[in-house]
């Protein structure tokens, strides 16, 4: 296992955990936009389960690789969709923020299929 691999996989799981949490404590630089988006409020707990699932099975997928390649896709599914929700919201100028996020998830899985 490389050390790029294993040092952007965690940096993947940090960011969507930090995200995740976000969500979890109503961070209004998140949840406002997430109304202004036309996400139901009762989806926001599901969203944030589905980010801290994601970042938990980064993590384990260093130890069960096919663990992280799940969680991997499953993350990179999810921020398209966001990225498809900002889209469909006229709120072009907030695309980058879930790339950001996407980035290094789509980077450790990667550098995961060259470890």
């Given amino acids: 296992m490389s050390t790029a ?25 998140v949840v406002q936009p997430l109304a202004e988006y036309g996400v139901p409020r009762s989806w926001w707990n599901l969203l944030g389960a589905a980010k801290a699932a994601g970042a938990v099975g980064l993590l384990v997928g260093l130890a069960v690789p096919a663990v992280g390649i799940a969680a991997g896709i499953g993350l990179v599914l999810y921020f398209t969709g966001a990225v498809v929700t900002v889209l469909r919201a006229r709120a072009a100028s907030h695309v980058p923020f879930p790339l950001v996020y996407m980035a290094p998830v789509v980077a450790s899985l990667a550098l995961g299929a060259f470890a």
């Fill in 5 to 29: 691999y294993t040092v952007v996989t965690v940096l993947g799981a940090v960011m969507a955990g930090f995200s995740a949490g976000s969500v979890f404590f109503r961070a209004p630089w």
